[in-house]
């Protein structure tokens, strides 16, 4: 570790195990990645503010849920829940390396697993309670407050949420949600980096990150104090770019070392959320993003507070193993709000204004959140994605799903290789 971070993240102080890099490094059949063929420089160019205007907020996909069972166990056999810390920029202590993980130990594991997730590892999501019956069965929906993001754009952490513009070749310009997670990282919906056009997977365009946007004097327009930071690169998984398998719709992004207002890296202007993997199944969550279909103007920053519900395997196509289940929350965000957070945890940045935690969740009151736990990422459907709540057959427009963040050596498509295959590119060097 670097000199500076223990006094900050005091939890490793407890014999957490740290791990020297991610899980299982990309190799045949791991993420697939891609350079971007604009320059930065072209994308800056190409993103006027009457295009930014046009942008059409991309659907919240509707998925059909086709019925598949679900794992036996919700995580391989070799996982165990851990994080890599976030930074905030005005904490005064060294950022630490967003490749350096922290993980429980055996000891920690087999309490946490008795303690808290013993039956759902045991018995599978089915031990959380069954999905909602339809889409108009308000007794089953998971619950949930919204609201406006109130607070200063501009303030750790909600300071690294954006909106994330791109073109879909030979469809037209789109928006999306996304978060800062490396000084040169990003974290969104697969959805949002690449789609299959025509029977073709295929990569977006003119990838453009706009941090703490906000309503200006019309519109929308990206905050003059932050500016926007062009695509470079970016990654996904085997299984969304080539199968759109929303149980793997998870992406990074790698930014230019320069921004249209800022000539530094846009994690170091930001700050970075911390990132998270293999944590039950009924986490409390805050998820994040800029819906900009009706109602939503766009231009807001709306947070939803819920508890994952239920998980559901939605779609194993080119998977092998191990077989993943979406989870879900109450939400009711639309579209543009693809690809944005779902935080697990936060605290206050100075430890002894956080208070112990009383009910055995171990990460509460941890220092060096929140950690990214999931992304906005599709509407289950039942026999058809109808227009909500008309009938049995539609759409559960009041939920959302994200993939399941998970690491482990077995998989070479988690979320933290995913991460990894952009945290590791070099424009995240200090």
């Known amino acids: 570790m670097k000199k500076g971070i223990n006094s900050l993240y005091i939890l490793l102080a407890a014999g957490w195990l740290t791990l020297p890099g991610s899980a299982a490094q990309a190799q045949g059949g791991g993420p697939v990645t891609h350079e971007a063929t604009e320059s930065a420089q072209a994308v800056m160019e190409y993103w006027t503010p009457e295009r930014m205007a046009a942008a059409i907020p991309l659907d919240v996909p509707g998925v ?21 810390p976030g930074w905030d920029p005005k904490s005064g202590l060294e950022p630490p390396d967003p490749l350096t993980r922290y993980e429980l130990d055996d000891e920690q594991w087999a309490s946490f697993a008795a303690h808290l997730d013993g039956q759902a590892r045991a018995n599978g999501p089915a031990a959380f309670g069954s999905p909602p019956a339809n889409p108009v069965d308000y007794p089953g929906y998971g619950k949930f407050a919204r609201w406006t993001w109130y607070g200063n754009y501009l303030t750790f952490p909600t300071s690294t949420i954006g909106k994330l513009f791109f073109t879909k070749p030979g469809v037209g310009n789109f928006v999306c949600s996304a978060t800062v997670i490396g000084r040169s990282t990003l974290a969104t919906a697969g959805h949002c980096v690449a789609s299959i056009i025509g029977g073709t997977p295929t990569w977006h365009t003119n990838l453009q990150f706009c941090p703490s946007y906000y309503k200006g004097s019309g519109s929308g327009a990206p905050h003059p104090n932050r500016g926007c930071w062009s695509a470079v690169a970016y990654a996904t998984t085997n299984q969304w770019f080539y199968h759109e398998n929303f149980d793997r719709d998870y992406a990074c992004i790698v930014t230019a070392t320069t921004g249209t207002v800022h000539a530094n890296k846009v994690g170091n202007v930001t700050g970075w959320i911390g990132r998270a993997w293999n944590w039950g199944g009924t986490d409390a969550t805050l998820a994040w993003g800029y819906p900009a279909g009706s109602p939503f103007a766009g231009y807001h920053i709306i947070t939803v507070a819920a508890n994952e519900w239920y998980s559901v395997n939605m779609d194993n196509g080119g998977e092998t193993s191990p077989n993943l289940s979406s989870k ?16 697990l945890g936060t605290s206050h940045p100075n430890p002894a204004n956080n208070y112990s935690d009383t009910d055995g969740v171990l990460y509460t009151g941890w220092v060096g959140g929140p950690w990214l736990n999931g992304v906005n990422s599709h509407k289950r459907c039942l026999a058809s994605c109808g227009t909500p709540p008309s009938s049995s057959s539609g759409t559960f427009w009041q939920e959302m799903g994200s993939p399941p963040f998970t690491s482990s050596t077995s998989d070479l498509n988690d979320s933290e290789d995913v991460f990894a295959a952009c945290l590791a590119n070099s424009n995240n060097n200090p």
């Open 64 to 84: 059909v849920d086709k019925g598949l069972p679900r794992p036996a166990a919700p995580l391989p056999g070799d996982a165990r829940p851990g994080f890599a």
């Open 328 to 343: 879900y929350i109450g939400s009711d965000m639309t579209g543009g709000s693809s690809g944005g957070p779902w935080w």
